[in-house]
């Protein structure tokens, strides 16, 4: 390593650019989702667009100070911070602070802190120091069960806060188990279980069943020379029934009142814009009215006037939608996907499979909340708060996305030295 | 590079292809639906409407008639409201908590979000005492609007009232009413609702997510103000009115008074009637239903719904159609023996043996013998088949109104009944019949049907000598003072003007010779010409019916008066008529004071309430059984 090489030697610049765009596209729709027309004010510290702008000067700062690190840190240091992270996260369940029915916040100062933010790192983190050990093989079941193991404890703990959000955000991972080697049939499992819990909660059980067989039937009628196909076809119509059972089971026995009406209202069984479609109801009116080039800056009346809950947070999309239009959301969107196809073309150039591992860690959490995030605020999925990188408001999120970022930024910038 | 490198095509693809997904939704939502862009305009617009004043009716000195008063109704935004003291709120207007609760949960399940009507029509005593007590209870606030008020309580059959659109009027009215909203419902109210409503504004407020008001949808662009409706200069004269409706009382019938020379109607008089302020406020459901179910019937106008056998006033019109028609003239005689004999047996009774009796004294005396015959010439003797003598005596009688509605400017006229040929062809199943088949419509009785309004309209064609125009109640409308075309036109009865001479000079004479019918009812200093008349009434005491104008020169009032069950012509129909004749040219009052109480106290309702009311349309015995039975016709009416 050559102390002479400049802070920014090697540093990916398109991605640095992509993220401070999406800070300032942030800070300019938080300002305009709190915009009070009668109190028109100029910058104020006390707003949440004032704040905002402390968070994005101070998670640059941050950003650039993980820069000057040695990046051989993170692989060292990564079982401490996911320790530390754990403490935390056992923390907030003792002396947190309950808002909105989420004991997710340790209060410091005017600040809160949100652990469940930082632990998507440092499993990250972990999990790619874990899996680049040269005597692993990701096929091995002791291998799954060991990473599992690393994914599920911060996921247990985040769910006990209960931020089902968060704990969710953990399941993308298993994009980098995947890319790793895990068994494409994973992906396929985890599709499939995704339509069959739609169809399942839409529909008589009983008749997605008589689906399944029937589409299994044919396929296995079509190959049956093909053993390989017929036992695959077993399998998976064994696993839709147990899968089938289970949903209905849990859909009706376990899930919370309001954890089944937010998926009723997605999937259109309840019609209620009034009561507990609310905000999805309220989200889709603000995007939809945005048109093809939107109301202008400052100028939608729905997020302006507060019929948007949680708009500068969960919900900031809102006001991109109505205010830039399709065209506004156009450019947003594809800043993002830029971004994470960048993150994974910079993940595949790593020679180190620790950095391509956590390459892959990085895209897939912002992807999951990329999705996830829009996905809601437009009624394609339920509504599940987590905030959308970047651009919501708050400060534990801007940072841990930004430090998520800039590690790997960090470690990019180090390729060529670690072979 | 590992084996699995493949995989990052994957990864991406799934990427790419999720984007994509999320992409054609905003496409789809954004930009294909429309259904968001009006739920926007849903969530943040209220269209406010500003209501305008309704027309005032004034009468034809420009006094009002009808005007407009505020009123205050309570609105609630049922979201806004707090904990409060129910109670304290139940007293001041003046409702139980059952009361409160049962509107309360009305309004909360029409929206929980917009103001909604809590309470009409608060008093001023309480909308004052509520308003300085309103910040104790978020959530409600007061509107106001305008009622109608009457200040002088008359004319409530011709003015009408107004009340809420029903369901099927808000859909008829191209997005015109909105519920709630008040529209006319009788009278000129609802003839001349879409000149009296005035044009509604429209307020587009923004509001925020809890309903609070953000200031005007693009600074009032598209605000529109409203249009006061536009004021009526009636026909009416206000004092003539009020003194009709005064003579009325504790009478049922009608009084009808028109301009000759315009055809404006100066009088509009229905018995009993009712104060049109009942049909305002509160009370109006409980006052309406009161009305409704009145055995005396308030709500019918009879002016224009009720018919009667319009009896020896129709003489008049027989006179002039057989002149007209050149089968008599003044100088035709008849005998009177003390009736007209008819048919085989036919026997129509005179009031006196009247011996010979020209046209003249035909009108004075009233002689049904002298009518017998010239009805026989009419449909007998024109050289022509009886039946198609009656169809020419038909369309003759026609021409004055009778029979078809006179289309006053008042929803609900009735056309009266004047008979058809195919009507006694079908009953006498030929149509070989005669002037003795129907000889009761040669004095008025019988099959016919006039409404009061009709009578009226005959005298002014008489005082105009041949012609009228069409009977109405507005004469101006707003500042132009504009006048409907059809109220210019002239229509003629089909008499030439010589023929009325003769007719005339017997109805002055009815009135100011003292062998007249109605010499009672002289006026000092004016000549009016008049015919007594006398519905037969099968239930009780006759109906007394009076018809005039005055002055015989250059008329100025035609009149009819119609006293359910007051006896003879003479008796109270023609002195009301004469006293309001003598109001109206000379606004002053001859008669005593005595007199003139005596009409004004007179109580001829007939009976208890729990007697049948007397039917509008007096049929009298048909031809039919008076052939049957061997005596004489007495029964067929009542001369004078």
Same mark, same amino acid.
């Given at each position: 390593m050559n102390n002479q090489r400049s802070l920014f030697f090697n540093v990916d610049w398109f991605i640095i650019i992509t993220y401070i765009i999406l800070c300032i596209i942030g800070w300019f729709n938080i300002h305009a989702a709190v915009y009070d027309p009668e109190n028109p004010s100029i910058v104020d510290l006390d707003t949440n667009y004032g704040k905002q702008l402390i968070f994005i000067v101070s998670a640059v700062i941050i950003g650039f100070a993980i820069l000057l690190l040695d990046g051989k840190f993170f692989t060292a240091f990564s079982p401490v911070f996911y320790g530390i992270t754990l403490v935390l996260l056992i923390l907030v369940l003792i002396i947190g602070r309950n808002v909105g029915g989420n004991q997710a916040w340790i209060p410091i100062g005017n600040f809160r802190l949100q652990p469940s933010e930082f632990a998507k790192f440092a499993t990250c983190l972990l999990l790619a120091r874990y899996l680049s050990s040269s005597t692993i093989k990701v096929q091995d079941l002791r291998t799954q069960m060991v990473a599992a193991f690393i994914i599920v404890i911060p996921t247990a703990l985040i769910l006990l806060q209960p931020d089902a959000g968060s704990a969710l955000t953990f399941s993308s991972l298993i994009f980098v188990l995947y890319r790793e080697g895990l068994s494409g049939y994973f992906l396929i499992i985890e599709g499939l279980s995704i339509v069959l819990f739609i169809l399942t909660v839409l529909y008589n059980k009983f008749y997605v069943l008589a689906g399944v067989i029937l589409l299994a039937g044919s396929l296995i009628y079509l190959f049956r020379r093909n053993k390989k196909v017929i036992t695959v076809m077993g399998f998976g119509v064994l696993f839709s029934i147990v899968f089938i059972f289970s949903v209905d089971f849990a859909y009706n026995s376990i899930l919370k009142p309001h954890q089944k009406n937010r998926i009723d209202v997605i999937l259109g069984k309840i019609n209620d814009p009034r009561g507990i479609g609310y905000n999805l109801n309220q989200s889709k009116i603000a995007i939809g009215s945005g048109g093809m080039w939107g109301k202008g800056y400052l100028q939608g009346t729905q997020t302006k006037y507060n019929f948007v809950p949680e708009q500068s947070t969960d919900f900031i999309f809102c006001t991109v939608g109505e205010e830039w239009g399709f065209a506004g959301c156009f450019v947003v969107i594809g800043l993002y996907l830029f971004l994470i196809l960048r993150v994974v073309t910079i993940a595949e150039r790593q020679r180190s499979p620790f950095s391509r591992i956590y390459g892959y860690g990085v895209a897939s959490i912002l992807f999951f909340h990329f999705f996830i995030n829009i996905g809601m605020t437009i009624g394609l999925i339920p509504v599940i708060g987590i905030p959308l990188p970047f651009l919501s408001y708050g400060g534990s999120s801007l940072w841990s996305f930004t430090i998520l970022l800039f590690i790997l930024l960090k470690l990019d910038s180090n390729r060529m030295g670690i072979i | 590079m590992n084996s699995f490198f493949a995989r990052k095509f994957v990864v991406q693809g799934i990427f790419i292809v999720i984007t994509i997904i999320l992409l054609l939704r905003l496409f789809y939502i954004q930009v294909i639906s429309d259904e968001y862009i009006l739920s926007a305009e849903n969530n943040v617009l209220r269209r406010l409407a500003v209501y305008p004043a309704r027309g005032v009716i004034l009468d034809r000195k420009e006094k009002i008639l009808v005007q407009n008063e505020p009123v205050y109704d309570l609105m609630v935004i049922p979201r806004e409201v707090k904990d409060f003291d129910t109670l304290k709120f139940c007293s001041l207007i003046g409702i139980d908590k059952e009361g409160f609760d049962k509107r309360f949960k009305k309004v909360r399940s029409y929206s929980p979000y917009k103001a909604s009507i809590f309470e009409k029509q608060l008093s001023v005593q309480v909308y004052a005492s509520f308003q300085e007590q309103l910040s104790d209870f978020s959530g409600f606030f007061v509107q106001? $609007?305008?009622?109608? $008020?009457?200040?002088?309580?008359?004319?409530?059959?011709?003015?009408?009232?107004?009340?809420?659109?029903?369901?099927?009027?808000?859909?008829?009215?191209?997005?015109?009413?909105?519920?709630?909203? +008040?529209?006319?419902?009788?009278?000129?109210?609802?003839?001349?609702?879409?000149?009296?409503?005035?044009?509604?504004?429209?307020?587009?407020?923004?509001?925020?997510?809890?309903?609070?008001?953000?200031?005007?949808?693009?600074?009032?662009?598209?605000?529109?103000?409203?249009?006061?409706?536009?004021?009526?200069?009636?026909?009416?004269?206000?004092?003539?009115?009020?003194?009709?409706?005064?003579?009325?009382?504790?009478?049922?019938?009608?009084?009808?008074?028109?301009?000759?020379?315009?055809?404006?109607?100066?009088?509009?008089?229905?018995?009993?009637?009712?104060?049109?302020?009942?049909?305002?406020?509160?009370?109006?459901?409980?006052?309406?239903?009161?009305?409704?179910?009145?055995?005396?019937?308030?709500?019918?106008?009879?002016?224009?719904?009720?018919?009667?056998?319009?009896?020896?006033?129709?003489?008049?019109?027989?006179?002039?159609?057989?002149?007209?028609?050149?089968?008599?003239?003044?100088?035709?005689?008849?005998?009177?023996?003390?009736?007209? $004999?008819?048919?085989?047996?036919?026997?129509?009774?005179?009031?006196?043996?009247?011996?010979?009796?020209?046209?003249?004294?035909?009108?004075?005396?009233?002689?049904?013998?002298?009518?017998?015959?010239?009805?026989? $010439?009419? !449909?007998?003797?024109?050289?022509?088949?009886?039946?198609?003598? =009656?169809?020419?005596?038909? /369309?003759?009688?026609?021409?004055?109104?009778?029979?078809?509605?006179?289309?006053?400017?008042?929803?609900?006229?009735?056309?009266?009944?004047?008979?058809?040929?195919?009507?006694?062809?079908?009953?006498?199943?030929?149509?070989?019949?005669?002037?003795?088949?129907?000889?009761?419509?040669?004095?008025?009785?019988?099959?016919?049907?006039?409404?009061?309004?009709?009578?009226?309209?005959?005298?002014?064609?008489?005082?105009?000598?041949?012609?009228? =125009?069409?009977?109405?109640?507005?004469?101006?409308?707003?500042?132009?003072?504009?006048?409907?075309?059809? +109220?210019?036109?002239?229509?003629?009865?089909?008499?030439?003007?010589?023929?009325?001479?003769?007719?005339?000079?017997?109805?002055?004479?009815?009135?100011?010779?003292?062998?007249?019918?109605?010499?009672?009812?002289?006026?000092?200093?004016?000549?009016?010409?008049?015919?007594?008349?006398?519905?037969?009434?099968?239930?009780?005491?006759?109906?007394?019916?009076?018809?005039?104008?005055?002055?015989?020169?250059?008329?100025?009032?035609?009149?009819?008066?119609?006293?359910?069950?007051?006896?003879?012509?003479?008796?109270?129909?023609?002195?009301?008529?004469?006293?309001?004749?003598?109001?109206?040219?000379?606004? /002053?009052?001859?008669?005593?004071?005595? +007199?003139?109480?005596?009409?004004?106290?007179?109580?001829?309702?007939?009976?208890?309430?729990?007697?049948?009311?007397?039917?509008?349309?007096?049929?009298?015995?048909? !031809?039919?059984?008076?052939?049957?039975?061997?005596?004489?016709?007495?029964?067929?009416?009542?001369?004078?």
């Open positions: - | 106001n $609007r305008t009622v109608r $008020r009457y200040p002088d309580s008359i004319g409530a059959h011709f003015l009408g009232y107004i009340g809420e659109v029903n369901q099927k009027v808000i859909e008829n009215s191209n997005g015109f009413y909105n519920q709630g909203d +008040y529209h006319g419902i009788t009278g000129v109210e609802k003839s001349y609702e879409e000149l009296l409503r005035g044009q509604r504004g429209v307020q587009n407020l923004m509001v925020d997510a809890l309903n609070r008001p953000k200031g005007h949808y693009a600074d009032g662009k598209y605000d529109t103000l409203a249009v006061s409706g536009e004021h009526m200069i009636s026909s009416l004269d206000k004092e003539l009115q009020q003194m009709g409706e005064q003579l009325m009382k504790n009478k049922i019938g009608s009084i009808v008074a028109i301009e000759p020379a315009t055809g404006e109607i100066l009088s509009f008089v229905s018995s009993p009637g009712y104060d049109p302020n009942l049909m305002v406020g509160r009370q109006r459901g409980n006052n309406y239903m009161a009305l409704l179910n009145d055995t005396y019937k308030p709500m019918f106008v009879r002016p224009i719904q009720a018919e009667y056998p319009p009896g020896s006033i129709f003489k008049v019109v027989n006179a002039l159609v057989a002149q007209q028609f050149g089968l008599i003239n003044e100088k035709t005689f008849f005998f009177c023996p003390g009736g007209y $004999r008819y048919g085989r047996r036919g026997w129509m009774k005179c009031t006196h043996v009247h011996g010979s009796v020209d046209l003249q004294a035909s009108i004075k005396e009233s002689c049904n013998t002298y009518y017998g015959y010239t009805y026989s $010439r009419m !449909i007998d003797h024109s050289g022509i088949r009886p039946v198609n003598a =009656y169809k020419r005596w038909h /369309s003759a009688v026609s021409a004055f109104g009778i029979g078809s509605p006179l289309g006053i400017d008042l929803p609900g006229e009735r056309k009266g009944l004047l008979p058809t040929h195919e009507l006694y062809t079908k009953r006498f199943k030929s149509d070989r019949w005669g002037s003795s088949y129907t000889i009761s419509l040669s004095i008025g009785q019988g099959e016919l049907g006039i409404t009061p309004l009709q009578m009226a309209n005959v005298m002014a064609i008489v005082a105009n000598r041949g012609f009228f =125009y069409k009977p109405h109640l507005i004469k101006a409308i707003g500042d132009q003072k504009v006048i409907k075309d059809e +109220y210019t036109i002239k229509n003629s009865a089909g008499i030439d003007e010589k023929y009325f001479d003769v007719v005339i000079e017997g109805m002055s004479g009815v009135v100011n010779q003292p062998s007249g019918t109605a010499w009672y009812s002289k006026i000092p200093n004016i000549e009016m010409c008049g015919k007594t008349g006398t519905v037969q009434n099968p239930h009780g005491e006759d109906h007394s019916v009076f018809v005039a104008f005055a002055p015989r020169v250059n008329p100025k009032i035609a009149i009819a008066v119609v006293v359910e069950n007051g006896g003879f012509g003479g008796t109270w129909a023609a002195p009301i008529a004469s006293a309001l004749v003598e109001k109206y040219l000379t606004n /002053s009052i001859s008669r005593p004071k005595i +007199y003139m109480d005596r009409l004004f106290e007179a109580n001829l309702m007939p009976g208890g309430p729990a007697k049948p009311k007397t039917p509008k349309k007096v049929k009298s015995d048909s !031809i039919k059984v008076t052939e049957r039975s061997k005596k004489p016709v007495s029964t067929i009416s009542k001369n004078e």
